[in-house]
Nanobody, 112 residues
Framework: QVQLVESGGGLVQPGGSLRLSCAAS????????MKWYRQSPGKQREWVAA???????NYADSVKGRFTISRDNAKNTVYLQMSSLKPEDTAVYYC??????WGQGTQVTVSA
């Protein structure tokens, strides 16, 4: 069955960086678009970034220029490199294989 397992979250100061990982299994990873979403308390889950099977990427305006999505098909893993982090980036970050497959999430907290 499809499994997505995120890791790499934590507490970071404003302006810092983190790299999230999502290890995938149970499907032919290289064939699929992969996405990152996030959800802050009291807010709806929002799309952050996407990467297709060819490596083309798209980003939400709120993270463009600061976040980079990438994939390693040999490792069945998608990454989210986050830089210049802001307190408003604080959220649980989720990996998604469209439409219905989600990881358990990893908490990112940006605070001094």
């Amino acid at each position: 069955q499809v499994q997505l397992v995120e890791s790499g979250g934590g507490l970071v100061q404003p302006g810092g960086s983190l790299r999230l990982s999502c290890a995938a299994s149970g499907f032919t990873f290289s064939n699929y678009v992969m996405k990152w979403y996030r959800q802050s308390p009291g807010k709806q889950r929002e799309w952050v970034a996407a990467i297709n099977s060819g490596g083309n990427t798209n980003y939400a305006d709120s993270v463009k220029g600061r976040f980079t999505i990438s994939r390693d098909n040999a490792k069945n893993t998608v990454y989210l490199q986050m830089s210049s982090l802001k307190p408003e980036d604080t959220a649980v970050y989720y990996c998604n294989r469209p439409i219905q497959y989600w990881g358990q999430g990893t908490q990112v907290t940006v605070s001094a």
